[in-house]
C-alpha cells in the first residue's frame, strides 16, 4: 500500500524567502512522484512530477524538488517566494508503470506569503 | 493536449434530488478515470476507478449505490449523487490517463473539479 504524509498543515514564510514543503512516502513499489497547486474553488495543476532519471527535479513558476530514496521524501523548494505561490500544496504518489494511475495524496500543506 | 473537462463547476440541489457530474477528456480517449473528493479544507480522496464498458471499482467506505458511476464511451464518465444530502456537498475532483500521449505513462490528468452544494 502507499501512502503520503505532508509535514505541516499550514506552513508561512515572508515575500522572498525560501519556501519548504515536506513530504514523505511509502510505497512497495517505485514510486511516481507529484506536487500539485490548488487555488481556491479550482482544479489541481500539476507543478512538477518524479518517474525515473535525475532526481532533482525542476517544475513551473520556479519550484523544483529532489528525490531521496533513502530518505523516502520528495520535499517541494522554492529560492524565494512570492505572493502569488499562496495557494495549497498537495503531494501525491502512484505506482508507477506497475500500477493504475490513481493517486495517492497528503492531506495538503496550506502556504501562505507574508509581505 | 491532454484537457480534462468537468461540467457542471458549480451546482447547488435540494435534498433528496439526484445531481450528474461529468468529466470529459477532450483530445484524448481515456479508458480509466478517476472520480477524487475533497471535504472543505482536507485532502483530495479517492472514490472510484471508473473503466471504459465494465464496472466501476469503489474504494472501502464508498457507497456505490449513492455514487453511481458510468463510463460510457472513451471520452465520457459521469458521476451521479443520488438522493443528494447536505453531507455530500463537497468538491468532486475527475482525473483521466492518457495512455497514448507523450505523457500517457506518467501522469493523469485532472479536470477542474465541481463543488456541490446540498441544501
Known sequence: ?115 | GAVVSQHPSRVICKSGTSVKIECRSLDFQATTMFWYRQFPKKSLMLMATSNEGSKATYEQGVEKDKFLINHASLTLSTLTVTSAHPEDSSFYICSARDPQGARGNTEAFFGQGTRLTVV
Open chain 1, 1 to 115: 500500500a502507499q501512502s503520503v504524509t505532508q509535514l505541516g498543515s499550514h506552513v508561512s514564510v515572508s515575500e522572498g524567502a525560501l519556501v519548504l514543503l515536506r513530504c514523505n512516502y511509502s510505497s512497495s513499489v517505485p514510486p511516481y512522484l507529484f506536487w500539485y497547486v490548488q487555488y481556491p474553488n479550482q482544479g489541481l495543476q500539476l507543478l512538477l512530477k518524479y518517474t525515473t532519471g535525475a532526481t532533482l527535479v525542476k517544475g513551473i513558476n520556479g519550484f523544483e524538488a529532489e528525490f531521496k530514496k533513502s530518505e523516502t521524501s520528495f520535499h517541494l523548494t522554492k529560492p524565494s517566494a512570492h505572493m502569488s505561490d499562496a495557494a495549497e500544496y498537495f503531494c501525491a504518489v502512484s505506482e508507477g508503470t506497475s500500477g493504475t494511475y490513481k493517486y495517492i495524496f497528503g492531506t495538503g500543506t496550506r502556504l501562505k506569503v507574508l509581505a
